[in-house]
């Protein structure tokens, strides 16, 4: 039992230095894309090595960008990864999936051959039937017109990749450089620059899946990802099928009161636009409240604490008996928040583990303060949203 408490402690402790890490996220795949909320790889990393063994089966119920996902595989872990958005559904997808050798020269021959063709002038016959209408949103605006032409004339181009994967692979490139040609950009970006970052981007996208796709061949890592709503977990197959119990379970859930933009991105003066869905291809139609289980107007956060409960139940159902949950969320008023979560992890069926380590604060948890958080909390008054709290469950 004393050999057990000091296991636990030591990994409390590694998790409470990895959380304090603040370096800007890098390695393997994990900067395909800015996913909003993404937490750092290194404490997911510390999560999944001090809670779990190689071969062991993990949950990301809410994975986004798939952060643990690429940890988990990396370390020789089978990985569930699952989320409500498509979009990260994508997104996780094309990060933990590897070329063939012909694959990776298709799009290497694509980004050397096909982008410098990307102009503005090409006639628009010659590509609208790549124009979503429904999801270029505010793309026709003074700074945004000219990557939105460049944009259709990369998804026209690579409709002629020769398999899904090299698509997906292309098209998240794509997804990459739209993203820092327009997501909260003051100022118009070129379409030459565009080009110039397409082709870099997608080489260095293609020597980073290459190095992952070495890693998880060494460490027997596996990746299973779902699509879907959480509270619905314990039907998906790969639990059904082999009666399958997850050990661990890492995450970071939406954050009650606390306003993220999941599903959209901010062009030309804060306009919003759904462009991300059509880059890659996936269905969105929901608003906010959909993504963040409640609307930020919603004072109370109640319709927040009725979903998170149901998908905690859930949760709970797919994991062992004494298998830990690490999660790292945060509340627009924790005062009145943080015991109404802890309540509901306790009807769900954990018990919280205490902590007793720095860096801690006198509630006994370890907290970070996160700089340039880009999300929202209520429409007015202060917010703590950018103060993260680690909480650390075992069930029973």
């Not at 590897?98 to 982008?115: H, K, N, Q, Y």
């Not at 059509?278 to 929901?286: S, T, V």
């Not at 949760?315 to 979560?341: K, S, W």
Request: with cysteine; proline share 5%; charged share 20%.
């Amino acid at each position: 039992m004393a050999r057990q408490e000091n296991e636990v402690a030591r990994a409390i402790a590694a998790i409470a230095v990895a959380a304090q890490d603040s370096s800007p996220v890098s390695g393997w795949t994990h900067n395909f894309y800015r996913y909003p909320a993404r937490f750092s790889p290194s404490f997911a990393s510390a999560a999944i090595r001090s809670f779990s063994r190689a071969g062991d089966s993990i949950l990301d119920p809410y994975m986004g960008g798939g952060t643990a996902v690429l940890e988990g595989i990396t370390a020789g872990r089978h990985v569930i990864g699952n989320d409500l958005n498509s979009l990260a559904a994508f997104i996780t997808k094309v990060k933990v999936t590897g070329l063939t050798p012909s694959e990776a020269r298709s799009i290497r021959r694509w980004a050397m051959c096909d982008v410098p063709s990307f102009t503005y002038d090409r006639p628009l016959e010659d590509i609208i039937e790549f124009v979503d209408p429904t999801k270029t949103t505010n793309l026709s605006m003074a700074r945004a017109r000219f990557i939105k032409k460049g944009v259709t004339a990369a998804l026209a181009s690579i409709a002629e990749l020769p398999t899904r994967d090299a698509q997906d692979f292309a098209r998240c490139a794509v997804l990459k450089v739209g993203q820092w040609a327009l997501d909260g950009r003051s100022r118009h970006t070129p379409l030459s620059d565009f080009r110039c970052r397409l082709q870099t981007t997608t080489a260095e996208m293609l020597d980073a899946i290459a190095s992952l796709s070495a890693q998880v061949e060494r460490s027997g890592g596996q990746a299973t990802l779902l699509n879907g709503n959480a509270a619905d977990l314990h039907n998906a197959e790969v639990f059904r099928a082999r009666r399958r119990r997850v050990s661990l379970v890492v995450t970071s859930p939406p954050y009650p009161g606390v306003h993220v933009l999941y599903h959209r991105w901010q062009v030309d003066g804060r306009r919003e636009t759904p462009a991300p869905y059509w880059i890659a291809g996936c269905n969105d139609g929901q608003g906010a409240s959909f993504y963040n289980f409640g609307d930020r107007r919603e004072t109370a956060a109640d319709t927040y604490f009725q979903t998170s409960l149901a998908t905690l139940h859930a949760i709970r159902r797919v994991m062992r008996d004494g298998g830990y949950m690490v999660q790292m969320v945060a509340f627009n008023r924790p005062e009145e928040q943080l015991p109404r979560y802890l309540g509901n992890m306790e009807t769900a069926g954990f018990k919280e583990v205490s902590v007793e380590c720095e860096p801690v604060t006198g509630d006994r948890r370890i907290w970070r303060q996160v700089p340039n958080r880009k999300w929202h909390a209520t429409f007015i008054g202060r917010t703590h949203s950018s103060n993260e709290v680690v909480l650390i469950h075992r069930a029973v």
